[in-house]
């Protein structure tokens, strides 16, 4: 019977091809969005969820302030301390450090970034297949290492790397003894290669307590209460960093997030593992089902405005004894291989654009083609579009009176007039709410872009310092710069404007509480280069000989938190209890500069001139920035010529911290524009349905002196009363949902009558026209041909 049912649907869509055409095209499209975000979700929803197949794993946190986001770094001791205290409660502890190095191949040099220094069951802990090597062995020898399959092959082409030899940092050897596939983009740790973390273990730095640089996770054994085990980490901490947390005036405690968790915790400033948004999610799956909602309506109102059309037809079949739960299966059997249709094209085009799809996400989706959920939402699609969906025409078609079918004399009425109009104002009211949030973002992004931070970031190039060679050599390459013409400045510091800020403690006079503030630790030229404005006291100045161990300069938040004026914070002495007990007199207050991101508040800033170089920010002169680029790389070749040169420029940094919601305004961007096709699409077909079953009226129109101008409006007007309705139904929503979101910046611009404005001239200009193709073919035919019709 069913496939009887759907020859004769198949017969019935090649009949109409124009209608059939509109139908699968808008379907298709919906149908591929949906697609692409359901694939998105999954991916985030799954991150991780391969590396526990029953295991207990958590990462350990470090909390320093209740009122902000819990660190996931660690020092070496944690580790092997919390697995020697805890014995019946952890059975394993796996320390990860994040770390690059210069890697050396023959008379080949590359500068590895995502190297990870792990314990040896690393592989035992986390499911990472390896494709040679034995799990529990693999990192047994201090001189090994994995590789990724990515990086085998970029070092040793299509040979076997397995026993191959390379040189990390032009001393350490090390040799091949596994091949990891690459990291799947559903695991929030990223690495190109792995190495044992015991090649540190015996270092100074390694030993402190305080020298926090890597993860910890742990396995804890079965029927162990995560929260109980918290509960003794205080007498933990007390235990190995009493005394230093003491000394520092500070509280440290630490906490357990189950892995599944880790991928949506709320990340601090400076974990470099992957992180997601349970809120970008929510937004996706959101436009998904308003864009599937589109799509269903065009099909729902075409459909209906056919049933004219083909009333004699059920009429027909009525009188020739057709039942109607028959017709009912026939006009759903044609709906459901119209979605069958649309949903195979959905799953061509989704092959095509996945490429552009990925590089818009900015990695790639785990897809199994094989998994079940895939098809399980195609038949999800099927069963709302094909049956739900297309439902309502299917009962409104069966339910004709064949005595008035056959006759022609069958009308929809108003409440099926009144019933499409929903519709539309449905399908416009989600566009015209799309293009509200595509305008507020990209408002939002281009106020953040342009927005003055407070210091000149023009010209300004950054030169990494991550390696010992770049590092012992900091003061000549500084020097070999400033010897040009063609450098202005140049500051040798621990974090650029966007990058690595630390909160430190800090004892202050005049203040009974230990007050926290983030660092910088800079040269004398930090000020000249990033051109920060001094407002009270002066600069740091060679020409005193005390300003290297004695003073420090403030922020103007940092005098105002601490309950002085510019002028009166001068002359004060600070103490940083995490470094030294030290008093620094405070001899200089900067005007507030954005040296965090705008989705942060102002915070305090202490800017030393203690010891901790990680960057060179290089200022050049205004001319052939060619030029200059070419000077520093012979200065860094000078300086470090083992290691190649990396850098960036200082007003790139926008495009770094912000990629997240770049991309997000590009893919809503895009989502919005589908929206509105989809429903211009819908309203296209309305106008053609309108424009011929009111051939007769525009033609005694027309006969009795109606100008082609009045008819179309006569006939624009009528189409365009959902759109008005649409706007204005869109217009709050919108405003609250945009609210909402700009919530997420520190510093935002506000949400100004003139996008509601922009917004419904563009969907109005959209919907004019698609309807005015048709009312303008309508309004000029020749109105003797419609008289004369019958």
């Given at each position: 019977m069913l496939k009887n049912f759907l020859k004769i649907a198949w017969r019935n869509l090649y009949k109409k091809k124009s209608f059939s055409f509109i139908h699968i095209f808008g379907l298709t499209i919906g149908i591929t969005v949906c697609m692409m975000i359901f694939l998105y979700i999954t991916n985030e929803f799954s991150v991780d969820s391969f590396h526990e197949k029953g295991k207990n794993i958590y990462r350990v946190m470090r909390g320093y302030d209740v009122s902000k986001v819990r660190v996931p770094y660690l020092s070496g001791p944690y580790g092997p301390a919390l697995l020697n205290d805890y014995p019946k409660d952890i059975k394993k502890a796996v320390r990860v450090m994040p770390t690059q190095a210069l890697i050396k191949l023959g008379n080949n040099s590359f500068n590895e970034k995502n190297i990870y220094a792990v314990d040896p069951d690393f592989f035992e802990l986390f499911s990472f297949g390896l494709v040679k090597g034995n799990v529990s062995t693999v990192l047994k020898d201090p001189h090994s290492v994995v590789l990724t399959e990515t990086i085998a092959k970029k070092y040793f082409g299509n040979a076997d790397a397995i026993?191959?030899?390379?040189?990390?940092?032009?001393?350490?050897q090390l040799k091949v003894t596994g091949i990891v596939k690459d990291v799947p983009s559903n695991s929030h740790l990223n690495f190109t290669m792995v190495m044992p973390i015991t090649n540190y273990t015996n270092e100074e730095w390694f030993k402190k307590w305080r020298n926090n640089n890597e993860f910890v996770y742990?396995?804890?054994?079965?029927?162990v209460d995560p929260a109980q085990l918290e509960k003794q980490f205080p007498a933990f901490m007390d235990k190995y960093m009493g005394k230093d947390?003491?000394?520092?005036?500070?509280?440290?405690?630490?906490?357990?997030?189950?892995?599944k968790?880790?991928?949506?915790?709320?990340?601090?400033?400076f974990d470099n593992v992957k992180h997601g948004d349970k809120k970008v999610v929510y937004i996706f799956l959101s436009i998904a089902v308003l864009i599937l909602v589109i799509a269903c309506i065009n099909f729902m109102n075409l459909a209906t405005l056919r049933a004219v059309e083909r009333s004699k037809e059920v009429g027909l079949r009525k009188v020739l004894g057709a039942m109607r739960n028959s017709l009912i299966s026939q006009f759903i059997g044609e709906s459901v291989l119209l979605t069958i249709i649309s949903c195979t094209l959905a799953l061509a085009l989704l092959l095509l654009v996945m490429p552009w799809y990925n590089s818009?996400?900015?990695?790639?989706?785990?897809?199994?083609?094989?998994?079940?959920?895939?098809?399980?939402?195609?038949?999800?699609?099927?069963?709302?579009?094909?049956?739900?969906?297309?439902?309502?025409?299917?009962?409104?078609?069966?339910?004709?009176s064949p005595?008035?079918?056959?006759?022609?004399?069958?009308?929809?009425?108003k409440g099926g007039a009144y019933f499409r109009q929903a519709l539309v104002v449905v399908q416009f009211s989600i566009s015209v709410f799309l293009i509200i949030s595509t305008i507020v973002i990209k408002k939002q992004m281009s106020f953040v872009k342009n927005k003055d931070l407070g210091y000149s970031k023009e010209q300004s190039v950054i030169v990494p310092i991550d390696n010992n060679d770049i590092y012992n050599n900091r003061l000549n390459f500084k020097n070999e710069l400033l010897a040009n013409s063609n450098v202005e400045s140049v500051s040798l510091m621990s974090g650029e404007p966007g990058g690595f800020y630390d909160r430190h403690s800090f004892d202050v006079e005049g203040q009974h509480d230990t007050y926290s503030a983030r660092t910088e630790f800079a040269d004398f030229d930090y000020v000249k280069t990033l051109g920060l404005k001094i407002l009270a006291g002066r600069d740091f100045s060679s020409t005193f000989a005390t300003d290297t161990t004695n003073s420090v300069l403030i922020n103007e938040t940092a005098a105002r938190q601490l309950g002085f004026t510019p002028a009166q914070a001068v002359g004060k002495w600070i103490i940083n209890n995490m470094r030294d007990s030290l008093r620094r007199r405070i001899i200089g207050v900067v005007k507030d500069y954005n040296f965090l991101s705008l989705k942060e508040n102002m915070d305090a800033l202490v800017i030393s001139p203690a010891e901790d170089r990680r960057v060179a920010v290089i200022k050049l002169k205004p001319g052939n920035i060619t030029a200059g680029l070419n000077i520093i790389k012979q200065a860094y070749t000078k300086a470090a010529p083992a290691y190649p040169m990396e850098y960036t420029f200082l007003d790139q940094k926008f495009d770094t911290t912000y990629k997240a919601d770049l991309r997000q305004q590009t893919i809503l961007s895009v989502f919005s524009g589908l929206a509105i096709f989809i429903a211009c699409l819908g309203l296209f077909g309305l106008a053609s349905f309108t424009a011929a079953k009111r051939t007769k009226e525009i033609?005694?129109?027309?006969?009795?002196?109606?100008?082609?101008?009045?008819?179309?409006?006569?006939?624009?007007?009528?189409?365009?009363?959902?759109?008005?309705?649409?706007?204005?139904?869109?217009?709050?929503?919108?405003?609250?949902?945009?609210?909402?979101?700009?919530?997420?910046?520190?510093?935002?611009?506000?949400?100004?009558?003139w996008v509601f404005v922009l917004a419904a001239l563009i969907t109005f200009g959209i919907a004019l026209f698609t309807v005015s193709f048709q009312s303008v073919k309508a309004a000029i035919a020749n109105p003797v041909k419609s008289l004369r019709s019958e």
């Amino acid at each position: 019977m069913l496939k009887n049912f759907l020859k004769i649907a198949w017969r019935n869509l090649y009949k109409k091809k124009s209608f059939s055409f509109i139908h699968i095209f808008g379907l298709t499209i919906g149908i591929t969005v949906c697609m692409m975000i359901f694939l998105y979700i999954t991916n985030e929803f799954s991150v991780d969820s391969f590396h526990e197949k029953g295991k207990n794993i958590y990462r350990v946190m470090r909390g320093y302030d209740v009122s902000k986001v819990r660190v996931p770094y660690l020092s070496g001791p944690y580790g092997p301390a919390l697995l020697n205290d805890y014995p019946k409660d952890i059975k394993k502890a796996v320390r990860v450090m994040p770390t690059q190095a210069l890697i050396k191949l023959g008379n080949n040099s590359f500068n590895e970034k995502n190297i990870y220094a792990v314990d040896p069951d690393f592989f035992e802990l986390f499911s990472f297949g390896l494709v040679k090597g034995n799990v529990s062995t693999v990192l047994k020898d201090p001189h090994s290492v994995v590789l990724t399959e990515t990086i085998a092959k970029k070092y040793f082409g299509n040979a076997d790397a397995i026993g191959k030899v390379i040189e990390m940092d032009k001393s350490l050897q090390l040799k091949v003894t596994g091949i990891v596939k690459d990291v799947p983009s559903n695991s929030h740790l990223n690495f190109t290669m792995v190495m044992p973390i015991t090649n540190y273990t015996n270092e100074e730095w390694f030993k402190k307590w305080r020298n926090n640089n890597e993860f910890v996770y742990v396995e804890l054994n079965e029927n162990v209460d995560p929260a109980q085990l918290e509960k003794q980490f205080p007498a933990f901490m007390d235990k190995y960093m009493g005394k230093d947390l003491a000394q520092m005036h500070a509280h440290f405690d630490l906490a357990l997030t189950p892995l599944k968790d880790v991928y949506f915790q709320e990340a601090s400033t400076f974990d470099n593992v992957k992180h997601g948004d349970k809120k970008v999610v929510y937004i996706f799956l959101s436009i998904a089902v308003l864009i599937l909602v589109i799509a269903c309506i065009n099909f729902m109102n075409l459909a209906t405005l056919r049933a004219v059309e083909r009333s004699k037809e059920v009429g027909l079949r009525k009188v020739l004894g057709a039942m109607r739960n028959s017709l009912i299966s026939q006009f759903i059997g044609e709906s459901v291989l119209l979605t069958i249709i649309s949903c195979t094209l959905a799953l061509a085009l989704l092959l095509l654009v996945m490429p552009w799809y990925n590089s818009l996400l900015g990695y790639s989706l785990t897809i199994s083609w094989n998994s079940p959920a895939i098809y399980l939402f195609l038949l999800g699609v099927i069963v709302f579009v094909g049956f739900l969906a297309g439902s309502y025409p299917a009962f409104f078609l069966s339910s004709f009176s064949p005595i008035q079918a056959l006759k022609g004399k069958l009308q929809l009425g108003k409440g099926g007039a009144y019933f499409r109009q929903a519709l539309v104002v449905v399908q416009f009211s989600i566009s015209v709410f799309l293009i509200i949030s595509t305008i507020v973002i990209k408002k939002q992004m281009s106020f953040v872009k342009n927005k003055d931070l407070g210091y000149s970031k023009e010209q300004s190039v950054i030169v990494p310092i991550d390696n010992n060679d770049i590092y012992n050599n900091r003061l000549n390459f500084k020097n070999e710069l400033l010897a040009n013409s063609n450098v202005e400045s140049v500051s040798l510091m621990s974090g650029e404007p966007g990058g690595f800020y630390d909160r430190h403690s800090f004892d202050v006079e005049g203040q009974h509480d230990t007050y926290s503030a983030r660092t910088e630790f800079a040269d004398f030229d930090y000020v000249k280069t990033l051109g920060l404005k001094i407002l009270a006291g002066r600069d740091f100045s060679s020409t005193f000989a005390t300003d290297t161990t004695n003073s420090v300069l403030i922020n103007e938040t940092a005098a105002r938190q601490l309950g002085f004026t510019p002028a009166q914070a001068v002359g004060k002495w600070i103490i940083n209890n995490m470094r030294d007990s030290l008093r620094r007199r405070i001899i200089g207050v900067v005007k507030d500069y954005n040296f965090l991101s705008l989705k942060e508040n102002m915070d305090a800033l202490v800017i030393s001139p203690a010891e901790d170089r990680r960057v060179a920010v290089i200022k050049l002169k205004p001319g052939n920035i060619t030029a200059g680029l070419n000077i520093i790389k012979q200065a860094y070749t000078k300086a470090a010529p083992a290691y190649p040169m990396e850098y960036t420029f200082l007003d790139q940094k926008f495009d770094t911290t912000y990629k997240a919601d770049l991309r997000q305004q590009t893919i809503l961007s895009v989502f919005s524009g589908l929206a509105i096709f989809i429903a211009c699409l819908g309203l296209f077909g309305l106008a053609s349905f309108t424009a011929a079953k009111r051939t007769k009226e525009i033609g005694v129109r027309k006969v009795l002196g109606s100008s082609v101008q009045n008819i179309l409006m006569l006939l624009s007007g009528d189409m365009l009363k959902p759109v008005l309705v649409a706007t204005l139904i869109a217009v709050p929503l919108g405003y609250y949902s945009m609210d909402k979101w700009l919530q997420n910046f520190a510093y935002r611009t506000p949400v100004q009558w003139w996008v509601f404005v922009l917004a419904a001239l563009i969907t109005f200009g959209i919907a004019l026209f698609t309807v005015s193709f048709q009312s303008v073919k309508a309004a000029i035919a020749n109105p003797v041909k419609s008289l004369r019709s019958e």
